[in-house]
């Protein structure tokens, strides 16, 4: 028995090595006709701050590229999503499910990417990874700036910390309220000093969204699910595609592994557990927008007005301004755009959880969950596990550390 121990224990060892070593000596790019993740060349990787800005080349490609003020960029796809949803049959009538995964992460923790490049990021069927580090914030000194006494003090009491001038709306204050306390931070075991890098980090889901759907502006190359998750969660993709290959992906929706009720139109999901937007919800979060504010937003007037029904929908929205956002909005924008313009204020005052649950059912970016005025769906039956029961059966598990990353891995065949 004690040697059968050894042998197995010897066994795991040994593809830890192996696999992390392969993993390491490639970046990947990805290959149009086998929808495979390839080799592009051979390079040994330390993870080193300079790693890990390389691993996010073409993040700093679409960035040197285009500019996100730039009104000419908006217009590739103009305001018609009807190029898109062709190229989209064509794909559904191909057979092919193309994923795609943007995970929000930290330069200090090189464990978490390097486990789920180990277990998720290698299988046949995953277009592209994306991860998200501070190199992609928008204030890349936050932490070293931020005055975190100030900034939540800021948050939580003021009149309106996006509009001095301007009484907050109800939603607003409440989404404020929620923003962690000092003394709640602490329970969880953020000092000061570190509470900063957890508030800088609610502002990157915002930045990786901004820029990951910058490129598929740019690209019109849009996958049939993109998966948003942290970088201590996991997916089985085979799980994933097998359940998700049967879904309506010709009407917008977006789904999550568990969401938080906030009001009984506003519902926030966890994004540990993952967010999952189909290729019609980016469609709609991509379109460019030309919203004008100077004439009364009547449904019907606005109907008339603009190219869409989605945009008039759309615009009637962000003229209600709920969370200060319309002061924001530059004609041509994207409302993926406006979440990168809202997570870049000098005080974003809420959870990374709160701006895309605000954005999915304020604007529309999903269909109406059945029998219900909210707009996340829940993904499965709500069986969402932490790591200690993250087993064969599981989809999707968060709080993942590096051995149960391993632990994964070797589940793949």
């Not at 997916?235 to 359940?243: A, P, Q, S």
Request: aromatic share 12%.
């Amino acid at each position: 028995m004690s040697i059968h121990l050894y042998l197995s224990s010897c066994t795991i060892t040994l593809v830890s090595f192996i696999s992390f070593t392969l993993i390491l000596n490639y970046s990947f790019i990805h290959d149009t006709n086998s929808y495979r993740t390839t080799p592009l060349k051979s390079r040994r990787v330390t993870l080193d701050d300079e790693d890990l800005y390389a691993s996010n080349t073409t993040n700093r490609k679409a960035d040197q590229d285009s500019n996100i003020q730039n009104s000419e960029k908006f217009t590739m796809i103009g305001n018609s999503d009807v190029t898109l949803m062709r190229n989209y049959h064509s794909a559904v009538e191909e057979g092919h499910v193309l994923l795609d995964i943007l995970s929000i992460g930290s330069k200090t923790r090189k464990d978490q990417m390097l486990g789920q490049i180990n277990s998720m990021a290698m299988h046949p069927m995953l277009r592209s990874y994306w991860w998200v580090t501070e190199f992609d914030d928008f204030d890349k000194l936050c932490t070293e700036t931020m005055d975190t006494h100030r900034y939540i003090n800021h948050c939580r009491n003021s009149r309106n910390p996006w509009n001095i001038s301007a009484k907050s709306s109800k939603m607003a204050q409440m989404i404020r309220l929620k923003h962690y306390s000092e003394a709640n931070l602490a329970v969880k075991g953020y000092t000061p000093e570190k509470s900063k890098g957890w508030l800088c980090a609610q502002r990157r889901v915002g930045f990786g969204i901004g820029k990951r759907c910058q490129a598929y502006r740019e690209t019109q190359d849009l996958p049939d699910y993109l998966i948003l998750l942290d970088d201590d969660s996991y997916v089985n993709i085979d799980k994933f595609l097998n359940r998700m290959k049967s879904k309506n992906t010709t009407l917008p929706y977006v789904y999550a592994g568990r969401i938080f009720e906030f009001s009984d139109k506003m519902t926030f999901p966890w994004g540990g557990y993952g967010v999952i937007m189909n290729r019609a919800s980016l469609v709609r979060f991509i379109q460019p927008l030309h919203c004008v504010f100077d004439f009364a937003h009547s449904y019907g007037r606005a109907r008339n007005f603009y190219s869409s029904d989605f945009e008039a929908r759309a615009c009637m929205r962000m003229n209600l301004n709920i969370l200060d956002e319309k002061s924001l909005f530059n004609s041509g924008m994207s409302l993926s755009d406006l979440a990168y313009a809202m997570s870049a204020r000098n005080y974003f005052c809420m959870h990374s959880d709160h701006l895309v649950g605000y954005f999915i059912n304020h604007y529309l970016l999903s269909e109406l969950v059945p029998g219900g005025e909210t707009r996340i769906h829940q993904y499965g039956k709500n069986r969402y596990e932490t790591k200690s029961f993250c087993g064969e059966r599981s989809h999707i598990c968060h709080g993942m550390n590096r051995s149960d990353f391993l632990k994964r891995s070797l589940f793949l065949e």
